[in-house]
C-alpha cells in the first residue's frame, strides 16, 4: 500500500527523498524462487493450487520471448526483476510475431521455456498469447495454427506457471480472419486440459461481450473522455456475472510519456482509478505501456503510471480483503527492501480525489444492489468501512448521505457533488490514512510524510 501514501491530499511527494520506508502490506509478495502452482477457474474468480483467490496483476511484456530467443538475457531478466519488485504477478508475452518484432513461432516455442523459468524465479505466472500476426499467408493455414497452438500449448502445459490466449485481438486485421465462425472453438481443441485458456478479446465496439475459454479477456475502448474511459472498466462486472468466468482488463489505454489520444495516457490517476476499479470488483487488472511492449524497464512517465496502477490496486485489495495495516507507527517497512519497489509519483490534490471517486463510484454503480435499512448502512457496504470508520458518516447529514448513495449509484463518471462529499468523509488525514491501510497518523505532518506537501 506504500505507493498510494505518496499521493494523498496535499500535492507532491518524491520518493527518492522519502524519510521513511514504503508500506505494502496491501499486496502479498510473491515468493521468489518459489513454484506458484498451475491456476485454476473458480466460477468468477481464480484460484491459487492451494484454492486462495489470486489476484491478477498484469503486465504487458511483449517482447520476452524475442529478448530470450535474441540471447538478450540480461535485459529480459531486468524486466522480469522490474515487474516482480512492483508487484506485478502475471506477464504477458507474445509466442510469435512478424511485424514490429522478428520473433519466428520457431523461435518463440524455442524461448518459452526459458520465460517460464524466469517468471517461475519471482513467484510470478506467464499469460501466453499463442497467436499474433498471423495474416501473413505463411501462418494462415488451418495446419499452421492448429500446429501452433498446440505447440504453445502443450509447452504451457508442461509448465505450472502459465495460462494461455489462443489469440491476441481475433478480429484484427493482422490476424487471419480468426475470429470467423467457429475458428477459435476448433482451435481450442488443441488446449490440453490442465491449461487455463481464453480465447482473445471481442471487437472494441463490443469489448464487454462474452467470447470463449475458461476465463475471458477484454480490451476496453479507449476513446473518450479520461474519466468515461476509466468507468467503461466497471462494465466487465457485469460480464463477469453474465458469463461466470473470471475477466481480464487485458489491454487497456497504455502509459507513455507523452499522452496520445485514444491510444496512450500519461496521468498516473487514471491508472490508479483502473486499477481500483478492477481490484473492487474482483476483475483482473493489467498495466499496458508503451516501453512494456518492448519488455523494458519503463521510462519516469511511465514509472509513475505503474506505481498509481500498483497503488490503486493495493488499495481495492485491501478493501476488498478487508486487509489491516501492520507497520508501526515509526513507519518502518515489514517487507525486505529487494521486494520494494522505488515510487516516483505526483500527483495533485484533485487528481488523487477525482480518482479515488471514479473507483469507489464505479464499483458502486457496478455492484449487485442489497437491500439497506438506510443510507447510512448503504455507504458502509459501498464504501467498504470498517466497524471503527462507520462514525466516519456523521460528517454528512442525512440528505448528504443519500446524496451520496444516489451519486455512487449513478453509472459514468462521478459528479463534482460526490467527489466533495467523499472528501468530507475520507479526507482527514487521520482518516484517508488508515483506509488505503497506512498506520493511522494524526492531522498533521511527521517525519513520516518525508516529502510529502500540504
Request: proline share 6%.
Amino acid at each position: 500500500m506504500g505507493g498510494l501514501i505518496r499521493y494523498l491530499v496535499g500535492g507532491t511527494v518524491l520518493a527518492t527523498a522519502m524519510a521513511c520506508a514504503t508500506h505494502a502490506d496491501g499486496l502479498r509478495a510473491s515468493p521468489s524462487r518459489v513454484d506458484p502452482g498451475r491456476l485454476r477457474a473458480c466460477g468468477t474468480s481464480l484460484c491459487s493450487a492451494d484454492g486462495a483467490p489470486f489476484n491478477w496483476r498484469g503486465v504487458t511484456a511483449f517482447r520476452l520471448a524475442d529478448l530470450v530467443a535474441d540471447g538478450r538475457d540480461a535485459e529480459a531478466r531486468a524486466f522480469v526483476g522490474w515487474a516482480a519488485r512492483q508487484r506485478f504477478t502475471v506477464l504477458r508475452v507474445l509466442a510469435m510475431n512478424h511485424g514490429w518484432m522478428d520473433l519466428t513461432p520457431a523461435d518463440g516455442q524455442r524461448a518459452l521455456p526459458r520465460v517460464f523459468a524466469l517468471a517461475r524465479e519471482h513467484g510470478m505466472y506467464v499469460q501466453v498469447v499463442a497467436l499474433a500476426g498471423t495474416a501473413r499467408p505463411e501462418f494462415a493455414s488451418e495446419r499452421f495454427l492448429h500446429a501452433q497452438v498446440r505447440a504453445v500449448s502443450r509447452l504451457c502445459a508442461a509448465a505450472s506457471n502459465c495460462v494461455l490466449e489462443i489469440a491476441n485481438e481475433p478480429y484484427h486485421s493482422s490476424q487471419a480472419d480468426l475470429d470467423a465462425g467457429s475458428r477459435l472453438a476448433t482451435l481450442d481443441e488443441e488446449v490440453p486440459p490442465q491449461v487455463l485458456a481464453a480465447w482473445g478479446a471481442s471487437p472494441p465496439r463490443a469489448f464487454d461481450a462474452p467470447t470463449g475459454g475458461e476465463y475471458l479477456v477484454a480490451h476496453v475502448r479507449r476513446d473518450g473522455d479520461r474519466w468515461d474511459r476509466v468507468s467503461r472498466v466497471a462494465r466487465l462486472a457485469a460480464l463477469a456475472q453474465q458469463s461466470g468466468r473470471f475477466v481480464v482488463d487485458n489491454e487497456p489505454i497504455g502509459a507513455a510519456e507523452q499522452a496520445q489520444p485514444s491510444r496512450r495516457d500519461d496521468e498516473p490517476a487514471a491508472f490508479f482509478a483502473q486499477a481500483a476499479i478492477g481490484g473492487l470488483l474482483d476483475v483482473g487488472s493489467t498495466f499496458h505501456c508503451e516501453d512494456c511492449l518492448e519488455a523494458r524497464v519503463p521510462g519516469p512517465v511511465q514509472q509513475q503510471c505503474a506505481d498509481a496502477f500498483i497503488a490503486g490496486r493495493a488499495f481495492a485489495e485491501g478493501r476488498r480483503e478487508g486487509a489491516t495495516a501492520t507497520s508501526p507507527a515509526s513507519c518502518v517497512s515489514t517487507e525486505s527492501p529487494a521486494m520494494m519497489a522505488p515510487v516516483t509519483a505526483t500527483l495533485n490534490r484533485r487528481a488523487f480525489w477525482q480518482s479515488l471517486a471514479v473507483s469507489l463510484s464505479a464499483a458502486a454503480a457496478a455492484a449487485q444492489p442489497r437491500p439497506a435499512a438506510n443510507p447510512r448502512a448503504e455507504l458502509t457496504e459501498l464504501l467498504s468501512l470498517r466497524s471503527s470508520e462507520v462514525q466516519w458518516l456523521d460528517s454528512l447529514t442525512a440528505p448528504q448521505q443519500v446524496a451520496l448513495v444516489t451519486g455512487l449509484r449513478a453509472p459514468g463518471r462521478p459528479s463534482r457533488e460526490v467527489v466533495d462529499l467523499l472528501y468530507r468523509v475520507l479526507g482527514r488525514r487521520e482518516r484517508l490514512f488508515a483506509y488505503v491501510g497506512y498506520p493511522p497518523l494524526p492531522n498533521r505532518l511527521t517525519a513520516c510524510d518525508g516529502l510529502l506537501r500540504e
